[in-house]
């Protein structure tokens, strides 16, 4: 099966809802008001919910209950709203189970994915990269193209699986291999649906080969980094969790020495612990 062919026989690629991309456009409008924001927000109850849950946690700690989602959106800043609107929104794809040839058990592909936007987002600060929250949608949105694939060519992933196991090659590896494209290569497709900037796109294109990137190599080497300490810190392992390393590229790109990576893994154990209220309102 060609890409082209796998696009057209999916007819199911997620469609964010109208409502979504309006709160997404109205956080990146500098025109638009708390009232506009609030107004969009309140017509879903189940974000609603999220964002006051979110902004009373623990981890902001405010001396007061916030009651209203202007309050919540003047507390949180336009971008976590962002971030979590999306978050919310593409949660129900990535919680299912990918059994047919990644291994993954129901909400295993979330937590991963919660993970690797959260660890984004610790990365793209610590190289003082200006969007940590555009990496923190890149981390999240890095394998969306596994509940793809996963659901249209499951025939073929014994044969990926044996390529893992078996000649020890990466799961990019194999997908190619056997299907002639990855999972990447799906997954940009679907931000390109989506109408994500470029750079996004660029990111779940090429988390796993940073050096391919043009557009923006710090986002994607970013997205490449949590993605591997995602890996090795053991969350939501399926079948190619163990074949992840750093990239030249990357940790060169991020000016970043392979021999500091263990100190970075033990802060962002830590740092993954205090945004536990993050993932605890889903």
């Avoid at 590896?173 to 990855?182: R, T, V």
């Avoid at 796993?208 to 995602?230: G, K, M, R, W």
Wanted: charged share 25%; proline share 2%.
């Amino acid at each position: 099966m060609s890409l082209d062919n796998l696009i057209n026989k999916v007819e199911d690629i997620p469609v964010l809802p109208d409502r979504i991309n309006r709160i997404m456009a109205l956080t990146e409008d500098p025109d638009s008001t708390i009232k506009d924001l609030e107004k969009e927000i309140l017509k879903d109850q189940s974000l609603t919910s999220k964002i006051l849950k979110l902004a009373n946690s623990t981890y902001y700690g405010y001396a007061r209950r916030i009651s209203t989602v202007s309050e919540a959106a003047v507390l949180l800043g336009y971008q976590t709203i962002k971030s979590l609107t999306l978050a919310s929104a593409v949660s129900q794809y990535l919680i299912k189970e990918l059994p047919k040839g990644y291994g993954l058990e129901k909400y295993d592909l979330w937590n991963q994915s919660q993970s690797c936007a959260i660890i984004s987002r610790f990365i793209a600060k610590k190289v003082k990269y200006g969007k940590a929250e555009q990496a923190y949608i890149a981390g999240l949105l890095r394998d969306i193209g596994k509940t793809i694939l996963n659901y249209y060519v499951g025939e073929e992933y014994d044969a990926i699986v044996n390529k893992v196991q078996i000649e020890k090659k990466t799961f990019l590896q194999a997908e190619e291999e056997i299907l002639g494209f990855n999972h990447g290569e799906i997954g940009a497709e679907v931000a390109k649906k989506w109408n994500f900037p470029l750079a996004l796109v660029e990111s779940i294109h090429y988390h796993h080969t940073p050096e391919l990137s043009q557009i923006d190599p710090t986002l994607v080497s970013i997205v490449h980094i949590a993605d591997a300490i995602t890996m090795f810190l053991g969350v939501g392992l399926g079948n190619d969790g163990l074949s992840y390393n750093f990239s030249s590229f990357a940790l060169n790109t991020l000016n970043l020495k392979t021999e500091s990576m263990e100190k970075i893994i033990y802060e962002i154990s830590d740092y993954l612990s205090d945004n536990n209220s993050f993932n605890a309102i889903f």
